[in-house]
């Protein structure tokens, strides 16, 4: 056992949250400050050009492969679960959509009872984060570290699929990081100037070179040592060998929804029966640990396209390393972008609060790749859309597999347990079907490959999605906030019933944001050093009756 020295902070993952987290609290060279990542450093140049991001989605290198458990409502299959593995985390390899969610989404985490936590309360924090295109607005930051972009060159396709997206019913919206996010638009990217930014990149890296940051990567948790009901340090596996530090003033997990529940239940903290049957000692019982587990569901809508569009013919060979080289001297070209033509949030019925479904529409072959003329031919031109559930009514867990630190740990999403979310993706398949007949972009629209046009009925269309249907990987929920007895954590994001302890990651929300959960990481990974720091902002002063003029 190597024992090493002590620090004021100790921060367990160096994904999304942890990156902003450990910039802010070493922003004060009297903090000492430990980052525990179990992944690999981050120096691989690819990861820095946006295109490549697909070819790190099933390298193993950069990813803990989980899966799921069985899922009895996709009939017995298991999900995969990818995650990123390396410092940076998930949003290091993600496909770089930025997305706050619908501002209800955090109202109604404070009708929850957790101050703090209203749209108001959150807008701030947001603000302070980003380095918008947009410049500082009501809505949008222009000081902050993360860089946040418009599409960078006018899309021709874009106006048309916006345009059909009226005709299918669904507005058309400009700025869906802004008072509202319902409406279909042009995203926003966390891409500056033709490269991939991350927290990593945003925060971190430039915060390495102070003295008072230690960064271990390949560094695994293996357990929190408690000492008379507080955290006193983090003992893990680095390199073969077993360390620990200690933290005199707070530790912080940051390990995302799947591995900050599982290193809390290593260390004795989560439901006792479930933490005896591993040999574990219970320390606290905590029974909401690894509960309440959501994810967006989806589902997709793929037509063949009536001519060439999406990046087909810069992807062949040497085209691509022509743009390649173009982007190693530029940052410019066609692989500084993503293949996305349009996204958007709307209502599978009219008299919900909030929109209930996402659409993303892409002008590529989800099989794209690169090909040589003789040997390999071109995958053929398509429209791509992916539509994912936002406010799931199913409920999953995930649990430890044993009580070794190596083992994945056990989830299951049980999608599909409540019939309510079956029912608004199949509305999602045939809005998806609407856009794509809509006028406005009839004439690119070839043969429907998936689902199929023979898939018309709601029996057939419930076959297709439980038998196709995947996660968007944005799990939250598993170290909830809130005031009852199931929940993990407080609004202060300190875990109930140990001193010194909190949670920052996506593992806190007591329900699912309506979007791509990155964004929402990077606002709790400011916010929570916020709170630790005593240097919590005002709330935003907005117009109560925004989301009724919005």
């Not at 021709?156 to 059909?164: D, K, R, V």
């Not at 912080?252 to 239940?265: D, E, F, I, K």
């Amino acid at each position: 056992m190597v024992t090493s020295r002590n620090y004021d902070f100790i921060v367990v993952g160096g994904g999304t949250s942890g990156c902003v987290l450990a910039e802010r609290l070493t922003a004060d060279p009297d903090h000492r400050v430990l980052l525990l990542e179990a992944g690999r450093p981050n120096r691989n140049q690819l990861l820095r050009m946006p295109m490549t991001a697909r070819n790190f989605w099933t390298n193993d290198k950069y990813l803990w492969n989980y899966q799921s458990e069985p899922e009895p409502g996709v009939r017995g299959r298991r999900i995969p679960v990818p995650r990123g593995k390396i410092l940076g985390g998930s949003g290091a390899i993600n496909g770089m959509l930025y997305a706050r969610g619908h501002p209800c989404d955090y109202d109604q985490w404070r009708q929850l009872g957790l101050e703090g936590w209203g749209y108001e309360d959150v807008l701030p924090y947001f603000k302070r984060v980003e380095h918008d295109s947009r410049g500082s607005t009501q809505y949008h930051g222009a000081d902050g570290p993360l860089a946040i972009s418009r599409w960078p060159d006018a899309n021709p396709l874009t106006p048309l699929f916006a345009a059909a997206a009226q005709e299918a019913g669904i507005p058309f919206n400009d700025d869906q990081n802004g008072a509202n996010s319902e409406g279909m638009g042009v995203p926003d990217l966390t891409i500056d100037r033709g490269e991939r930014a991350s927290t990593y990149s945003a925060f971190l890296r430039p915060a390495l070179s102070r003295p008072n940051l230690t960064v271990e990567t390949y560094a695994q948790a293996a357990r929190i040592v408690i000492e008379q009901g507080r955290a006193a340090g983090i003992e893990y596996l680095c390199h073969g060998k077993s360390a620990i530090a200690y933290a005199e003033r707070e530790i912080v997990l940051c390990c995302g929804a799947y591995n900050s529940p599982q290193l809390l239940m290593l260390s004795g903290i989560g439901p006792g029966d479930e933490l005896r049957r591993f040999g574990i000692k219970p320390v606290h019982d905590l029974p909401g640990v690894g509960r309440n587990l959501q994810d967006h569901a989806g589902v997709s809508v793929v037509n063949l396209a009536t001519q060439p569009v999406g990046l087909a013919k810069n992807l062949r060979w040497d085209r691509l390393a022509l743009n390649v080289l173009r982007w190693s001297v530029t940052h410019d070209g066609p692989v500084a972008r993503m293949p996305v033509v349009t996204n958007g949030w709307y209502r599978s019925r009219p008299e919900l609060e909030r929109p209930d479904i996402q659409t993303l529409i892409g002008a590529n072959s989800p099989l794209a790749g690169p090909w040589f003329p003789g040997l390999k031919r071109p995958a053929p031109p398509m429209f791509a859309s992916r539509s994912g559930l936002q406010q799931p009514h199913s409920r999953g867990w995930m649990t430890l597999a044993s009580a070794d630190p190596l083992d994945h740990p056990r989830i299951f999403f049980n999608l599909f347990s409540v019939p309510h979310d079956l029912t608004v993706l199949r509305y999602a398949i045939r809005k998806v079907r609407e856009i794509f007949a809509a006028p406005s972009v009839r004439h690119l629209m070839g043969r429907e490959i998936v689902p199929g046009p023979e898939l018309r009925s709601d029996a057939a269309l419930d076959e297709f999605i439980r038998t196709t249907t995947t996660t968007a990987y944005h799990p939250v929920g598993t170290c909830a906030m809130g005031n009852d007895e199931n929940a993990v954590v407080d609004a202060r994001l300190r875990v109930r019933g140990i001193a010194g302890l909190r949670v920052a990651d996506a593992s806190i929300m007591p329900t699912i944001t309506s979007g791509n959960t990155n964004a929402p990481c990077v606002m709790i990974g400011d916010k929570a050093s916020a709170m630790i720091l005593g240097q919590e902002l005002p709330r935003a002063e907005l117009d109560p009756r925004r989301l009724a003029a919005a």
